[in-house]
């Protein structure tokens, strides 16, 4: 009467190890396919966009997800991830068709295409941060925002 129950739970045993092993099988396959910055934000990469406004949206439905800008440089359209669009707003700095703006940001491969990731936006004499150090994108209410500082970047 005893093998019995040592077969049962040996066999239940062996089932729970192989149904843990499918799922974390399939956790790590799942991870895979999510759409990761493929490299962090490294200021010695970054690069100063200067140029006209051609459009400006607040809320994109691409990703990065937030507020964009195109930009025509000399070397042509340019479209940069502004990060939190209520950012702007609280330090009262908009973006129009045809407005001069300087941006300092860095090119970064989100998902498998390029984006610039705006760190400053200079617009006249204001200057608004829209981005850390780090990379992260400052929010209105946040440790480091709102932020202007005057001044040429």
């Known amino acids: ?4 129950i040592r077969n049962s ?5 062996l089932a729970i190890a192989l149904l843990a092993f499918g ?15 493929n490299q962090a934000y490294d200021l010695g990469r970054e690069t ?5 406004v051609l459009t400006y949206t607040p809320a994109s439905s691409v990703a ?3 507020a964009h800008v195109t930009v025509q440089t000399a070397s042509g359209a340019v479209d940069v991830h502004l990060g939190n669009a209520q950012l702007l707003a609280a330090n009262h700095f908009s973006l129009s068709s045809g407005d001069k703006v300087r941006i300092v940001g860095e090119n970064v491969v989100y998902g498998k295409s390029p984006q610039f990731l705006a760190r400053l936006v200079q617009k006249g004499n204001q200057i608004v ?7 992260f994108p400052l ?4 440790k480091f ?9």
């Open 145 to 153: 925002g709102p932020r202007t500082e005057g001044g040429a970047l």
């Open 9 to 13: 739970v040996s066999g239940t045993g």
């Open 64 to 66: 990065p997800l937030g």
């Open 129 to 135: 941060a829209v981005r850390s150090p780090r990379g």
């Open 23 to 37: 799922t974390a099988s399939a956790q790590s396959q799942k991870a895979q396919t999510i759409p990761q910055r």
């Open 48 to 52: 100063v966009l200067q140029g006209s």
């Open 139 to 142: 929010s209105p209410n946040g």
């Open 1 to 4: 009467m005893k093998r019995p």
